[in-house]
C-alpha cells in the first residue's frame, strides 16, 4: 500500500513540480495550497507524511505545524524554505519536524535530501 504525502506550498508550481517527483517515487501525494487546506486535508484524508512549507501567506508554516500538532503529536513532518537560518531552523526542530529542507535543493536536479527525508519519515510513522 503507497504512502500517502500531504504536499503544502501556496506556490502552485512548487506543488506540481514537487508533486510529481514525489508520485514517481510510489507515494500517494494529495496537494494542500496553504495551511486550512493542510489542516482540512490532514483530517479528513489521515496522510502518513507531511512536507510543509515554511513561508505562506495567512497561516504560515510554523502557525500549521502547530495546529497539525494538536492534532496529530506523531505525523513524520518536512519543512522546507527558501530561507533557511538558524532560528527558523531551531523553532522547527522544536515542533519535532523530521528534517528540514532548503527549498533549492528540492528544486535542483539532485533532490536526495528530499528522498532521504522521506525515507526517515517513513520510519517514524506510528502505527
Partial sequence: MKKKILLVDDEEDILTLIGK?????????????????????LISKHPDIVILDYMMPGMDGIETLKEIRKISKNIPVIMFTAFPDKKSMDEVKALGVCAYIPKLSVLSSSISALKEALRVAEKTIKI
Fill in 21 to 41: 517527483k514525489i508520485s514517481k517515487w510510489d507515494y500517494d501525494v494529495m496537494e494542500a495550497a496553504n495551511g486550512k487546506e493542510a489542516l482540512d486535508v
